[in-house]
């Protein structure tokens, strides 16, 4: 059980306000969440001009403000002192979860390098991971409107979750080498009206959350541990733009 708190007996998962432990119940919580709230997030990017990391993290917050007390909070608050990996992918240290979110957001906005690059794109802002539950949809969102402004849609509904996954596994394990363009790119399609977001979003598949959970690696401030964080960035061998 993924318990950054160390609470999770009283506490419930995550302190969500509920309380609640059954997974199977916080992710159905977590699914009706993002379906009550992503017209309202899809309004909120159409209107901010140049998309930042404060409106990343507000994304996050309008969707799960209302089950998770920390929504809208990064690693770097919310659990600065340790690795988080989920199966065998580990995510950046909480100090650079800003760094590398914000380099995808940098990519996003170039209208060329996101028609090319669009799984570097999304690879940058699953590394980052900067939310203890919730990142897959927040950067989906986000995703979709950089896509938008590029002039071009994914159809997700036509994706493969395993595939998709694998693909991101990849991607953030050795990124900038075409593994999420490449699988992305099979998907790519004209430009949708956002008015249509909707529909497309509610036909994707797997989009319950029902996938591994996070897991805490140990604490940076653990010589082996932070030996092992290094070790996994170099083996990535990406410069963040």
């Known amino acids: 059980m993924f318990d950054p708190f160390k609470d999770f007996v009283t506490q419930g998962?995550?302190?969500?306000?509920?309380?609640?432990?059954?997974a199977r119940i916080i992710k159905q919580v977590e699914h009706e969440l993002f379906i009550r709230h992503q017209s309202e997030v899809t309004k909120f990017l159409?209107?901010?001009?140049?998309?930042?990391?404060?409106?990343?993290?507000?994304?996050?917050?309008?969707l799960f403000s209302e089950f998770y007390p920390w929504a809208g909070?990064?690693?770097?608050?919310?659990?600065?002192?340790s690795?988080?990996?989920k199966a065998d992918t580990m995510f950046c240290h909480p100090m650079d979860c800003r760094r590398a979110v914000e380099a995808g957001l940098r990519l996003g906005q170039d209208m060329d390098a996101m028609n090319q690059r669009l799984g570097e794109v999304m690879g940058l802002f699953a590394y980052?991971?900067?939310?203890?539950?919730?990142?897959?949809?927040?950067?989906?969102?986000v995703h979709i409107e950089l896509a938008h402004r590029?002039?071009?849609?994914?159809?997700?509904e036509r994706s493969s979750k395993t595939d998709y996954l694998a693909a991101l596994s990849n991607e953030i394990k050795a990124p900038g080498?075409?593994?999420l363009d490449a699988y992305l790119l099979q998907h790519k399609g004209p430009c949708l009206d956002r008015e249509e977001w909707g529909a497309a979003i509610l036909a994707m598949k797997g989009l319950d959350g029902q996938d591994e959970n996070n897991r805490i690696d140990g604490d940076l401030s653990d010589a082996p541990v932070?030996?092992?964080?290094?070790?996994f960035e170099k083996q990535r061998g990406y410069r963040i733009p």
């Not at 159409?46 to 309008?62: K, P």
């Not at 909070?73 to 002192?81: F, I, K, L, S």
């Not at 590029?150 to 997700?156: E, K, M, Q, V």
């Open 83 to 85: 690795l988080v990996s």
């Open 46 to 62: 159409a209107g901010q001009q140049t998309i930042g990391y404060s409106d990343f993290l507000a994304v996050h917050r309008m």
């Open 226 to 231: 932070a030996e092992r964080n290094r070790e």
């Open 73 to 81: 909070q990064d690693r770097a608050t919310t659990m600065p002192d």
């Open 177 to 179: 080498r075409g593994t």
């Open 13 to 22: 998962y995550l302190r969500n306000i509920l309380q609640e432990k059954d």
């Open 128 to 141: 980052g991971h900067p939310f203890l539950d919730g990142n897959g949809r927040t950067m989906l969102l």
């Open 150 to 156: 590029a002039g071009f849609s994914i159809a997700w």
